[in-house]
């Protein structure tokens, strides 16, 4: 499955913004989804992931009560909503999808990667 991230850009601290994951190539609705992001410098670090049909999901601790991840397999999109920037959320944001009962934290057990979107948050 080919996977492209979208939506990032220059959002003041405090403010919201909305990353899609465009999914095409198979069948969105059989793989789980993950959002991680990668400041400059640092390791990649999970987000967020949501199952297959979209009932489980599941956040880091930094994000916990911020951001909200879904996903709409009619449409092929996944999406990560991000409220109440913090200038610590400034990253590239990459969406991902696995099958199978891997940890969901872990980038390794990520089959699928899309390009990353850049979300800076300036305070």
């Known amino acids: 499955v080919q996977l492209q991230a979208s939506g990032g850009g220059l959002v003041q601290a405090g403010g919201s913004v909305r990353l899609s994951c465009a999914a095409s190539?198979?069948?969105?609705?059989?793989?789980?989804m993950g959002w991680f992001r990668q400041a400059p410098g640092k390791e990649r670090e999970f987000v967020a992931a949501?199952?297959?049909?979209?009932?489980?999901?599941n956040y880091a601790d930094s994000v916990k009560g911020r951001f909200i991840i879904s996903r709409d397999n009619a449409k092929n999109t996944g999406y990560l909503q991000v409220n109440s920037l913090k200038p610590e959320d400034t990253a590239v944001y990459y969406c991902?999808?696995?099958?199978?009962?891997?940890?969901?934290?872990?980038?390794?057990?990520?089959?699928?990667w899309g390009q990353g979107t850049e979300v800076t948050v300036s305070s």
């Open positions: 991902a999808a696995k099958w199978g009962y891997s940890d969901y934290t872990r980038p390794e057990s990520y089959h699928y």
């Open positions: 190539g198979r069948t969105f609705s059989n793989y789980d």
């Open positions: 949501i199952s297959w049909n979209g009932i489980t999901t």
